[in-house]
């Protein structure tokens, strides 16, 4: 939702689903064992829901946005912040190339929630590990294709670079993440 909004700036509220999942029975069972872990000794982590608060500038070289968030979903009831910029390249009318650079803070509570071990792991035996908050840059690709007046689809393919304390977790087994993302709208 808009609350205010010009030509080259606006402030928005949004409601948006937090996909930063950990499934136990997706992790490699040999890499655990190296870190003296079993996958029954840990916990999923959950999706969940983020409400944030967006402010962004349009220019001619780009659009620079910032937003904070907090989790609204009871998962990790914690914050972030995310700073981007990206540019759109209109190839067509309808198809637009959208490359982004920027990096995501998170909060103490955030970072340990998804990276680190949770109070019920340690209870089991796990060692505590607590990344503490962190800073995660990232470099992305989307493209956005208008259907019509009212419907888009769009793609992004993101990659992030996990720094040495989110990398050294027990639960982390590459340095890098490549999630890819589609989506569909409607303007009203």
């Known amino acids: 939702m808009h609350l205010y909004q010009d030509q080259a700036f606006n402030i928005s509220a949004i409601l948006s689903a937090n996909l930063d999942v950990l499934e136990v029975d997706d992790l490699n069972r040999a890499k655990l064992a190296k870190h003296n872990l079993s996958r029954e000794q840990l916990e999923d982590r959950q999706m969940s829901a983020d409400a944030s608060l967006e402010c962004m500038w349009k220019g001619q070289y780009g659009v620079l946005s910032t937003q904070v968030l907090t989790d609204i979903g009871n998962a990790s009831d914690a914050a972030a912040a995310k700073l ?7 190839l067509t009318p309808q198809l637009s190339i959208i490359p982004n650079i920027g990096a995501t803070w998170l909060s103490d509570d955030r970072a340990n929630y998804y990276y680190g071990t949770l109070d019920a792991e340690v209870a089991k035996g796990v060692t505590q590990y ?5 800073v995660i840059p990232h470099v992305s690709l989307g493209a956005s294709y208008n259907i019509n007046a009212n419907w888009r689809s769009s793609a ?15 639960l982390i087994d590459q340095a890098h993440q490549t ?8 303007s009203f």
Request: net charge positive; charged share 15%; aromatic share 18%.
């Open 84 to 90: 981007n910029y990206q540019y759109f390249w209109r």
């Open 130 to 134: 607590h990344p503490e908050s962190v």
């Open 156 to 170: 992004v393919v993101t990659h992030k670079i996990l720094p040495s304390k989110v990398s050294n977790s027990p």
């Open 179 to 186: 999630p890819l993302f589609f989506g569909l709208s409607r």
